[in-house]
């Protein structure tokens, strides 16, 4: 089960509660089912041994978008970049595409052909192929279902459980930007006026982070680089949040981890919106989702090879901490060397 | 794209528009897709030759189900069966399930575990295995999607397109039952009262039809069999109504049709309820969708031997018509001997 997204609503049902119980009741072992409910994506054998990887996200109006804040395109490009994200961080290669759709009666045609565009603007840098899906009316507004089918190499994906004691812990490009967009987009408009005329955070800064929000970069160049390689030996996406998602993995890997606060990696455009709005960047970092960079693992003796070839292929990658034994629990170390036990702040919407 | 479903609302968009502009933008040809958009089902081969089938079905509160007639377990049984038989209609057999789910911040944990109940119950026989999902909480009711994928043996699949001119044209068990259920669900309590109060429907034929609307049974077992032994040129299931699919294939295989409306395989249940509503029984028949029945076409020199052979297995079969010319049109020859052209009375939600 892929994990939910961020913006906060109630519920009485937790997600992770019903993941469990399905994992329970039908998540039953099989020779050809390698990974089933609760990885970023299930991966199934055929007889001819290869490795089929499946990922579904469903995004729904007024949790996972707000129409008022970004156009059909952008939403369909989010939607695809969520799924490719997932695909990425089991080290996979994405290949099809399955789109289930519900819409509002006052949709229009342009409106659902946007949405496709922004979708295939996505996929197109891998060549993914469209190749079927199924188109409903809807009674409560937009509802896309998108599911993503790849393959990955046979005996090797890159799975949440693999986390070992002594492993660091590194994450792709920087983070925190894509919760920075989301905030500049639901500023109410007096609050906008007020900060522009302060000018404390530029043009480019706000684009730049907008952007990150509107259009992500699912990372699959990097999950196939750190799989086929055989740097990593846990990976997830992160969808719900650093904190939440090193939360799967110490989990699932029955781990505990020190995350190094000053170590995070953080965008010039990220520190300049948390100066220019008071905020402490590394709440933004630690509890932001959806900036889609990869969370992964990597044995001692694989740091040196790692970071030597990630230079040469200009992958941008941050230690930012260790894994520890599982009864050292999830801490972070502050600036101040202050270690505090971290807080289960990812966002989703059935807390 | 998988057919929609026959719950009449009205939107601005039609399905089949869409479908043709997706098919234009973005079916591209690639020897990888088997066949992509506008079937059933995409079929998608692999490097070692294998085929496999995928197809995934939307269904959204208030357009394909109401939560006042039908339990969670009945919707989520009805939802594997939509998608079991979009692998039935093309011969294949189902291996694993993704479920994508919203649900309204009402839903407790049992309504959502009675839907996978459900949804299980239906895929049991067939041993699917559920291998993930995503969930999330709604602002405009349930939503779920399925995503259904199997396998069918290679260079062997059924498609809508293979119709050819003289093929007779075949159903499976009986048509409209699923209609007539609806409309019992659907009636108000004082016709009910009227109704019982007369007698003229038995509780039996009462069960049945209702039954046959909540818990319909995909013909998974009955495409395969027509697949290996060849019987089919094209097969397509009815859930848009027999005059809806039937125009399908006579699209894809550019054919004409004449349907012997004597013919039709009527159930007892359904004729009762149609004296018993002074209804036409052929107009449930012809309109009536999501009786997930197969229909097919099948060769002149296969006929017997497929007769004989559904004798022999018990799996009921009736010959309702043949293909003819593309500009034969679609005909329908009725009790009397005339003939008429079939409307297009297919139910969608974007008419």
Request: charged share 20%; net charge positive.
């Amino acid at each position: 089960m892929a994990p939910t997204y961020r913006l906060k609503t109630r519920s009485t049902v937790h997600e992770f509660d019903l993941i469990h119980a399905l994992r329970k009741q039908y998540n039953l072992r099989t020779p050809s089912v390698i990974r089933g409910i609760g990885d970023d994506a299930a991966v199934i054998t055929s007889k001819a041994g290869q490795w089929t990887v499946l990922t579904t996200d469903l995004l729904t109006e007024g949790i996972h978008f707000d129409l008022r804040t970004a156009t059909m395109a952008d939403i369909g490009f989010r939607a695809a970049a969520a799924n490719l994200s997932d695909i990425a961080a089991m080290g996979g290669t994405p290949h099809y595409l399955l789109v289930a759709l519900a819409f509002p009666r006052t949709a229009s045609k342009q409106h659902v052909l946007q949405l496709y565009r922004g979708m295939m603007a996505a996929c197109r840098p891998h060549r993914i192929r469209l190749i079927g899906g199924d188109t409903s009316a809807s009674n409560g507004g937009w509802f896309i279902s998108l599911t993503l089918i790849g393959t990955v190499l046979p005996r090797k994906a890159l799975f949440r459980n693999g986390a070992q004691i002594g492993d660091s812990l590194y994450v792709t490009g920087t983070i925190g930007d894509a919760l920075a967009g989301l905030k500049l987009l639901n500023e109410p408009p007096a609050r906008v006026k007020r900060h522009s005329r302060t000018a404390t955070l530029s043009v480019r800064h706000r684009q730049f982070l907008i952007g990150r929000h509107l259009r992500p970069t699912a990372r699959v160049a990097e999950g196939q680089w750190l799989n086929t390689h055989g740097f990593a030996t846990s990976a997830i996406d992160i969808s719900d949040g650093l904190s939440g998602d090193l939360r799967h993995i110490c989990e699932e890997s029955h781990v505990g981890v020190e995350v190094n606060l000053s170590a995070l990696p953080l965008s010039p455009a990220c520190r300049a919106y948390a100066a220019s709005r008071k905020l402490d960047p590394m709440n933004l970092a630690m509890t932001g989702g959806e900036d889609y960079e990869l969370l992964f693992t990597v044995s001692p003796h694989q740091r040196r090879r790692l970071e030597r070839a990630s230079l040469t292929r200009g992958f941008p990658l941050t230690c930012i901490g260790e894994i520890h034994p599982s009864r050292f629990g999830l801490q972070a170390l502050s600036h101040q060397g202050k270690r505090h036990r971290l807080a289960n702040t990812s966002y989703t919407h059935f807390t």
